[in-house]
């Protein structure tokens, strides 16, 4: 079992920044797969950025450029840094954690309650 916490949501201007952070107890975090899905209001699921076990990273095409996923192992925690930021990057992110990279991205196993993130323009 993984228990996953989001912190780090706001609201900011468009062009700024935030951080988002998510620390993981249950399990040895450093095996696993880690990533950020968003959800907006009236919108489909979007999946922003995973980052393996061997910090391979990959990023929705929405938030390249912008968007750095990282992990620290000895903190069991995951960050999202968000720069340059958009009204259109307004939704409630969850923290996602899966040991397999293919259903991390799909259907992960395990999501965290959610932080909002709103963007005014």
């Known amino acids: 079992q993984v228990q996953l916490v989001e912190s780090g949501g706001g609201l900011v201007q468009a062009g700024g920044s935030l951080r988002l952070s998510c620390a993981a107890s249950g399990s040895i975090f450093s095996i696993y797969g880690m990533g950020w899905y968003r959800q907006a209001p009236g919108k489909l699921r979007e999946l922003v950025a995973t980052i393996t076990s061997s910090r391979s990273t990959n990023y929705a095409d929405s938030v390249k450029d912008r968007f750095t996923i990282s992990r620290d192992n000895a903190k069991n925690t995951v960050y999202l840094q968000m720069n340059s930021l958009k009204p259109e990057d307004t939704a409630v992110y969850y923290c996602?954690?899966?040991?397999?990279?293919?259903?991390?991205?799909?259907?992960?196993?395990?999501w965290g309650q959610g932080t909002q993130v709103t963007v005014s323009s």
């Open positions: 996602i954690a899966d040991l397999n990279m293919a259903r991390l991205r799909d259907s992960p196993r395990y």
